[in-house]
Antibody, heavy 121, light 107 residues
Framework: EVQLVESGGGLVQPGRSLRLSCTAS????????MSWVRQAPGKGLEWVGF??????????EYAASVKGRFTISRDDSKSIAYLQMNSLKTEDTAVYYC????????????WGQGTMVTVSS | SYVLTQPPSVSVAPGKTARITCGGN??????VHWYQQKPGQAPVLVIY???DRPSGIPERFSGSNSGNTATLTISRVEAGDEADYYC??????????FGGGTKLTVL
């Protein structure tokens, strides 16, 4: 079964850091780009960023709202994608989903169940 | 950055046809994907590349895209179709963009 499982969410104070993990199974992880999408409570979906597969350089792109604070990385040997979140703000409070796509332009065809991040003092 | 505009809500009676629009500047030149999200659940892809359906998605779901508007059409609407629906594209800077979402209510 193709599956994505996020972990690492929780309560964190403003200005602190948190790292989320997305563990994949059931498919060849290295063949896919991996994206993170978030959803603030009661709000819509917001794309956070993605990392290309190694075949496409393994480079990253980010939304303006997180650029310079968030970093996406991947470990193909473990089938895990990471979202390192630094200098967290209260407005980063959201459910964070990881998703996959083959290349830029593709749809997000598989989603994890999400992990909640609450930024509050 | 590129902006996608969706109506906040659409209501339809069971058995009728629902149409959810997604507006964007020359969106017809882009590929549009649609997601369904039910309360407390992760989004599910229902239409990709304007009009293709993933396996397991009923034929009642269809999509089109032309000019400045993309449309998700749900025929013979059922109570189980009640959900939030989001359109999504990739902009020229390789950034993902979502519409604001449309809440579909089945009367």
């Amino acid at each position: 079964e193709v599956q994505l499982v996020e972990s690492g969410g929780g309560l964190v104070q403003p200005g602190r850091s948190l790292r989320l993990s997305c563990t994949a199974s059931g498919f060849t992880f290295g063949d896919y780009a991996m994206s993170w999408v978030r959803q603030a409570p009661g709000k819509g979906l917001e794309w956070v960023g993605f990392i290309r597969s190694k075949a496409y350089g393994g480079t990253t792109e980010y939304a303006a709202s997180v650029k310079g604070r968030f970093t996406i990385s991947r470990d193909d040997s473990k089938s895990i994608a990471y979202l390192q979140m630094n200098s967290l703000k209260t407005e980063d409070t959201a459910v964070y989903y990881c998703t996959r796509q083959r290349v830029v332009g593709d749809a997000f065809d598989i989603w994890g169940q999400g992990t909640m991040v609450t930024v509050s003092s | 950055s590129y902006v996608l505009t969706q109506p906040p809500s659409v209501s339809v009676a069971p058995g009728k046809t629902a149409r959810i629009t997604c507006g964007g500047n020359n969106i017809g030149s882009k590929s549009v994907h649609w997601y369904q999200q039910k309360p407390g659940q992760a989004p599910v892809l229902v239409i990709y590349y304007d009009s293709d359906r993933p396996s397991g998605i009923p034929e009642r779901f269809s999509g089109s895209n032309s000019g400045n508007t993309a449309t998700l059409t749900i025929s013979r609407v059922e109570a189980g179709d009640e959900a939030d629906y989001y359109c999504q594209v990739w902009d020229s800077s390789s950034e993902g963009v979502f519409g604001g979402g449309t809440k579909l209510t089945v009367l």
